[in-house]
């Protein structure tokens, strides 16, 4: 395999990420693209493969869509909650944040 069907491959993975991230929170495309402050065929664009983002713009993909930067790039290793779907893996660390804050004790 070459470097270059490499990097489309990951293109096309992080594309995937985000357009399954963004359909898991049932978010229309104008809401990822209002965040942006781009046009709505811009996101289109991004969830094709055929626009990529900065810094800026995948910090804040991520934050709307409540999933970190990493996982959107795939360097975040969920451990054993990789088989989850994005937004199935916020609602357990949610209930993760419950249960902690449960266990503080209060003065």
Do not use: C, K
């Not at 049932?26 to 709505?40: C, E, F, N, W």
């Not at 811009?42 to 409540?66: D, F, K, P, Q, T």
């Not at 969920?78 to 209060?106: C, I, K, Q």
């Amino acid at each position: 395999m070459t470097g270059d069907e490499s990097d489309a491959e990951q293109r096309r993975a992080f594309a995937e990420r985000i357009r399954s991230a963004r359909r898991a929170a049932g978010h229309p495309q104008s809401r990822i693209a209002a965040a942006l402050g781009v046009p709505r065929s811009a996101v289109s664009e991004i969830e094709h493969a055929r626009r990529g983002v900065n810094a800026v713009e995948l910090r804040r993909i991520a934050a709307e869509l409540g999933v970190t930067a990493d996982w959107l790039v795939g360097t975040d290793d969920p451990g054993p909650f990789a088989a989850l779907h994005p937004a199935d893996r916020r609602s357990v660390e949610l209930y993760a944040g419950y249960l902690l804050w449960r266990r503080t004790p209060t003065t």
